[in-house]
């Protein structure tokens, strides 16, 4: 297989979902700060692993993956491939846009005779 690119998360319960309920009616949520429930951190303690151990595999699963350098350099060619094919696109989207709205400002021309005339 020619993989570029890997994730690796812990199983996090999330609110409104059913492994969410199961969690809690087990009491194996051992925190409640909503900013670990990122699917980076272990938030409920399992059967055989404690969180921290869960956080060590998923360290060392990066670790393995990203170690090689092969990865590396189809990740930054990725980002090449990306910057390549999309900056373009936008760049000129957002050209056409600011000239779509410099356009009116550009077109009317400010009398300043007139302009004299209301202020005198």
């Given at each position: 297989m020619n993989i570029d690119i890997a994730q690796f998360s812990a199983l996090t319960p999330f609110p409104g979902t059913k492994f969410f309920q199961k969690m809690v009616k087990e009491n194996r949520i051992f925190t409640w700060d909503w900013k670990l429930f990122d699917g980076a951190h272990s938030v409920i303690t399992g059967d055989y692993l404690k969180p921290r151990e869960i956080q060590k595999m998923i360290l060392s699963a990066y670790v393995d993956f990203y170690r090689q350098g092969k990865q590396i350099s189809n990740v930054w060619g990725f980002i090449r491939k990306f910057v390549n094919t999309h900056v373009p696109f936008i760049n000129i989207y957002k050209e056409s846009y600011y000239q779509r709205r410099r356009a009116p400002?550009?077109?009317?021309?400010?009398?300043?005779?007139?302009?004299?005339?209301t202020f005198s």
């Open positions: 400002l550009l077109t009317k021309k400010p009398n300043i005779l007139q302009q004299q005339r």
